[in-house]
Every structure is written in C-alpha cells, then in structure tokens.
C-alpha cells in the first residue's frame, strides 16, 4: 500500500512539473519601459553598416540526409528574412 501510494504521489509530482515547465510565457521581462519602447518604434530604421550586419558560420557533417537538408533551407530562409550573412559548410563525412 505503501508503494502504491508514493507512486502515485511522484508520478502526481512529475506531472506537475512537467506542466510548469510548458508555458506559452515569455521568462525574460523586458528592461526597457514601455515609453522608451514608443520611442524607439517611432524612431527612422538604421541603415544596415558592416559593424551592425551579423554573419553566421554553420559547419554540418552532411546534408545528404533529408531531414537536415530541410531544418537548413528553414535556417536559410530566416537568416534570408532577418537579413543577416551566412554561410553553410557540408563536409560530407570528412573530418578534414
């Protein structure tokens, strides 16, 4: 009887937990006032400089594999929409 019951108490515990750990909440609070944020919205966009363009490096063993093949076209395609440079390496199996 004894068992049954922590059992069903962990399995009540883990089950909490795993709930809490799904929330549609965002954990970080901005820290800017909502004023500033205003402020900044009604602000002309930056021009694009090479000290504020990001570029990413991506190495992948392969793309020869369907699957990474399309999570990388979706990477190419949001860093095509952000406007940031990229680029991607498939070593295709070789170490060097």
């Known amino acids: 009887m004894k068992r049954k019951f922590m059992a069903l ?3 009540g515990v ?7 750990g799904c929330t549609t909440k965002d954990p970080v609070a901005p820290t ?8 900044d919205a009604a ?14 490096g991506i190495t992948i063993q392969s ?3 369907s699957y990474w093949a399309g999570v990388f076209g979706e990477v190419e395609k ?3 929409d952000k406007g940031w440079g ?11």
Not at 14 to 20: E, I, K, N, P, Y
Not at 86 to 96: K, Q, V, W
């Open 9 to 11: 108490l962990l399995s």
């Open 14 to 20: 883990m089950a909490v937990m795993g709930l809490t």
């Open 32 to 39: 800017q006032p909502a004023a500033t944020e205003k402020q």
């Open 78 to 80: 949001l860093m095509k």
């Open 43 to 56: 602000a002309p966009a930056q021009t694009d400089t090479k000290d504020s363009q990001f570029r990413v």
């Open 86 to 96: 990229y680029t991607i390496l498939a070593c295709n199996d070789n170490s060097a």
């Open 63 to 65: 793309l020869e594999n």
